[in-house]
C-alpha cells in the first residue's frame, strides 16, 4: 500500500538562496518510486521552532504517514535536526538511525558522527537523514522495506508479526 510522505530539508543556505537542494527533491523521487505519495516538502532554516513547526504540521495537521528530514544532523553548532525532533515526537524508533550509521560505516568510518534520530509522533512517523545527496539516499535506501512495515503496523494495516 502507498503511503503519504513530506520531505523537510533543514539548511540556512538553501534557505537564504546560497546552495541548491539536491538531497530533498532526491528523497522525493526515491519515495515516489518506492510508491509514496510526496504530498508535501519544505525547506527551513537551522532553526529550531521553524524546523518543530514544520513536524508538527506534518503529523498533526496534515496527517503525513512519514515524514524525512534530511540535513542538520552532523557536529556543526547549526546542526540541531536532532534535538528539534525530539521536542515533538511521542516515542523513539532507535532501530531506524541504529540501522542507517550501520550501513554507512560500511562505507565510511565518519558514518558513527550522524545524530539523526527517528521517532512517532501521533500516527506518523520521523526519520532524520543527513544533508548531502548521496548519505540521505543511502540512508534510506538502508531502511526502507523495514520502514514501510514498521509504518503498516503504526497505521493498523498489518500485522505486528516481525518475523515474517
Do not use: W
Not at 515516489?32 to 505519495?37: N, Q, V
Amino acid at each position: 500500500m502507498g503511503y503519504t510522505a513530506a520531505v523537510i530539508t533543514v539548511s540556512d543556505k538553501g534557505f537564504r538562496g546560497e546552495r541548491v537542494d539536491t538531497s530533498g527533491p532526491n528523497l522525493c523521487e526515491i519515495l515516489k518510486d518506492r510508491g509514496f505519495e510526496v504530498v508535501y516538502s519544505a525547506l527551513v532554516p537551522d532553526e529550531s521552532e521553524r524546523i518543530q513547526a514544520e513536524l508538527r504540521k506534518c503529523a498533526d495537521a496534515l496527517g503525513i504517514a512519514l515524514v524525512l528530514t534530511t540535513g542538520g544532523t552532523g557536529f556543526s553548532p547549526r546542526d540541531i535536526t536532532p534535538e528539534a525532533t525530539l521536542a515533538v515526537v511521542e516515542r523513539l524508533a532507535p532501530g531506524i538511525p541504529e540501522a542507517m550509521r550501520a550501513e554507512s560505516m560500511k562505507i565510511t568510518p565518519k558514518g558513527c558522527l550522524s545524530r539523526s534520530v527517528a521517532g512517532i509522533r501521533g500516527r506518523t512517523l520521523i526519520i532524520n537523514l543527513p544533508g548531502s545527496r548521496k548519505a540521505s539516499a543511502e540512508n534510506i535506501l538502508a531502511v526502507i522495506d523495514p520502514v514501510q512495515h514498521g509504518l503498516e503496523i503504526l497505521l493498523g494495516e498489518g500485522s505486528a508479526d516481525c518475523a515474517k
